[in-house]
């Protein structure tokens, strides 16, 4: 199973680390990351993830990276692959 993971807020150092290391502290595998700098300062990331090795629940991942958002002052979001495609598609 897979999920994306999006990040966004004002940029600053350490943001890609402390997501990653989360990730893989419990066991998520990146696949493919993209970010951009928009504005000068304007962060945003999109993560593609593996879940399968995950050593936590989805709910207890999602909530792990909300408090590193909450911690980066920025907002940080983990949705399932299959609801972002259907959401996506038209």
Do not use: W, Y
């Not at 943001?15 to 290391?21: D, G, H, M, N």
């Not at 595998?29 to 593996?50: K, S």
């Not at 709910?59 to 609801?83: F, Q, R, T, W, Y």
């Amino acid at each position: 199973m897979r999920a994306v993971v999006t990040v966004a807020g004002k940029d600053h150092t350490g943001v890609i680390a402390k997501i990653a290391t989360t990730l893989s502290e419990n066991n998520v595998n990146i696949v493919d990351v993209h970010q951009n700098i928009l504005g000068g300062d304007l962060f945003a990331m999109t993560m593609l993830v593996e879940l399968e090795g995950c050593t936590v629940s989805f709910p207890a991942l999602s909530a792990k990276l909300e408090a590193d958002g909450l911690e980066l002052n920025m907002k940080v979001h983990v949705m399932h692959e299959d609801i972002f495609n259907a959401m996506h598609r038209i």
